[in-house]
Every structure is written in C-alpha cells, then in structure tokens.
C-alpha cells in the first residue's frame, strides 16, 4: 500500500526550513528517504526503523513515530543542492531483501 | 567501488524487437532489484532478486524477462513491449547496514518503444 506523502511540492528560498511528512495505514518496519534531482536516480539519504528513531544526515534529518506509523523529513538551513523530489519509501517486513513501496513524492525548490 | 552500473543509458526499440537492459555492482550485495519509473511519478517495483533467485515478482507482463547469471549481475530481457513500456528503468542492489537494508540504484536506463 503507497505511502500518503505530503506536501507535494515546497519552494524555499536558501536558509528556510522544511519539513516533509510520509504516513502509512498499516504497521511498517521501516521507512526509507531518498533524493532524485531531475534525470538522475534516486539517492539513498536515511533508513528508519521500528522501535521509533531520529537520525541525521548533514542538515537533513528524520523521525519516526512508530505509534503514528508517521516519518517526518527535516530540512534545516535549506541550500541549493537541495532541490529535487523527496521520496518516502515503506517497508512492512524485512526478509534479506526490501520490498519498499515508495510515496508520490515532495518537489522541493530552494531558490535563491 | 560503492556503485551500481546500467547499460546502455538509452535504449529506444521498436514493438517486434528483443533486446535487454543489463546492471552490475561489485558491492558484495545480494539482493538485486528492477524497477520501473514514469515521469514524475515514484519507482515501481517490479522484481526482487536475493542471492540469485527470484524472490518477488510484482504481477509484471511476461515482455519482460528477468535474470541473474550471478551475485554482481541482473539483466532484464524486453520482447514484444509496447509504448506504454516506455520509461526509465533502474535497477538497484542493498546491503544490510547499519540501521537496516539500505538500497542504492544505479543511473537508470532510459527506454523508449515505438
């Protein structure tokens, strides 16, 4: 079952802040976020896993409330090299391998 | 080397032709996936391979044939596709680490059917 993902789209300028929201009906075991710029493959930012946990990568940084089956992505101080579409991507189980079923997506612009 | 390699980059075919999108990483993981990607929607999910079997299969049309020769790489045989096919394939490998199985996708082959 996709991942509802929300906002669809953000416009920050440099130095703003974000926050972006990735919430499932079902028990997950993990949430995953990943990066894509315009014609290039998505890049792996962070893993969550069951059991609630933060984590943090640079500025970017994560949730994941386990009770709410909610993960938030947290952009602080945002720069240029930001822009691109954010992807939630939830996993129910694990067995040696993912099946991730990735959210719409969050285009976000940060603009000078 | 911590990457994930796709052949060729584009690929544009005709509805009779046969022809295959080939991936390799030498990064020691086992777990190998296809997916397929529209513009401006996510990635789907189309195949799972774990140490070289096929371990899902997301209800994808028999034009597309997967295979894993070996732990390093994947291949996926196209026959008979139609335009609607036509999209960017990625192809990616995991690992287990640190906080889980993380998963790193290679550029993608860009594919065209007409």
């Known amino acids: 079952q996709q991942p509802v993902q929300s906002p669809q789209a953000v416009i920050l300028r440099e130095g703003e802040d974000a926050v972006i929201n990735c919430s499932s009906s079902?028990?997950?075991?993990?949430v995953h976020w990943y990066r894509q710029k315009h014609g290039e493959a998505p890049v792996f930012l962070m893993i969550?896993?069951?059991?609630?946990e933060q984590k943090g990568h640079e500025k970017i940084s994560a949730s994941f409330n386990e009770k709410k089956q909610q993960s938030s992505l947290y952009l602080t101080a945002s720069q240029l090299s930001y822009s691109g579409t954010y992807f939630c991507?939830?996993?129910?189980?694990?067995?040696?391998?993912?099946?991730?079923?990735f959210g719409i997506g969050t285009k976000l612009q940060v603009i000078p | 080397d911590t990457e994930v390699t796709q052949t060729p980059k584009h690929l544009v075919m005709g509805m009779t032709n046969k022809k295959s999108l080939k991936c390799e990483q030498h990064?020691?993981?086992?777990?190998m996936y296809w997916y397929k990607q529209k513009a401006k929607k996510p990635p789907e999910l189309m195949f799972v391979?774990?140490?070289?079997?096929?371990?899902i299969n997301e209800s994808v049309p028999s034009r597309f044939s997967p295979e894993c020769p070996n732990s390093s790489l994947l291949n996926l045989h196209l026959h008979a596709l139609q335009p609607e096919d036509s999209a960017l394939y990625l192809c990616?490998?995991?690992?287990?680490?640190?906080?889980?199985?993380?998963?790193?996708f290679g550029p993608g082959t860009r594919l065209t059917v007409t």
């Open positions: 990616a490998s995991s690992h287990r680490g640190q906080g889980g199985y993380e998963q790193y």
């Open positions: 079902k028990a997950l075991y993990s």
């Open positions: 969550l896993l069951k059991g609630g």
């Open positions: 991507g939830t996993e129910m189980d694990s067995g040696g391998y993912q099946k991730v079923t």
């Open positions: 990064m020691g993981h086992r777990a």
């Open positions: 391979y774990s140490y070289e079997k096929l371990s």
